[in-house]
Each structure stands twice: as structure tokens, then as C-alpha cells.
């Protein structure tokens, strides 16, 4: 696993990056099916803010509990998310072992108390398996 920053709308962002970055690995670990990103905290500058989910992998139970694109995740079972890093978020407390349970704990837009989610963990194949649809020239060929 690689972390890679960047920047992105003025926001500086964590995301995981596959070993070697290639595509074309493939890896299996525990895991929520959430693609998360850190934000940058620009106030201390020295710690890193709450996470984001930037996708919720399909047929996972972070998106049968109702995990949403665009939340904010601020605890994970309870423990701070600011100002941990990204690699220790991804492999102490979003990885870990097939069919463990994590409570996340996010902010939504439009809601004004935090909501809580007990998610069990999956088998997740990373980069997913993507399936040609009729009609679809840019998807890749199984």
C-alpha cells in the first residue's frame, strides 16, 4: 500500500494508492468497501482532518447500512478520526479481518446530528472486477 497526496479544489487530499501503484495487481484484504479520502487540516497544519468517502463499493455492507458518498467520517469505534494519519485510519482501524464489525460514526449534509453505522467488514478485491455492459465501448473486456 502507497498513500499518495493531492490536491484537489484547494483541498489536500490522502488517498491509498495499490503496492506499486499498477493496475493490473490485484489485492485482497478485510475491509468496509469504502473509498475514503483525508482532508487536509489547514488550521494546526501539522494533523490531518476527518475522512470522506469518495465511492461505496456495490454489494458491500457499508452500502446496505446506507453509507453515502460525501459523508464525513469522524469516529471509528469510537476513536477520533483528526489527526491520525491515513495509514494508520486504513490498516489499525478500516482494514482488518473478514466478518469483524466496525461502528463508524459520520456527518451528513443536511443533518444535524451524527449518525452511527455497525458495518461488517468484507472480502475486498482491489482493483474491483468491472464487467462490460452492452453498448459500452470505454469499459474493460472481461
Known sequence: MRIMKILLAGILLAVIVPRGGEASEKEEFGGLGLAVAQIYDQQTRDHLGNL???DVLAATDAQKQG??????ITRVDGVPV????F????????RGKTGSMAELTVMRAGS?????????RG?????????????????PRE
Open 87 to 94: 495509514a494508520e485510519l486504513v490498516t489499525k482501524h478500516l
Open 67 to 72: 453509507v453515502e458518498k460525501g459523508d464525513v
Open 123 to 139: 472480502k475486498i478485491v482491489y482493483p474491483p472486477e468491472q464487467k462490460r455492459k452492452a453498448g459500452d465501448r470505454d469499459a
Open 82 to 85: 483528526a489527526g491520525r494519519s
Open 112 to 120: 444535524e446530528k451524527p449518525l452511527t453505522f455497525k458495518i461488517k
Open 52 to 54: 470522506v468517502v469518495l
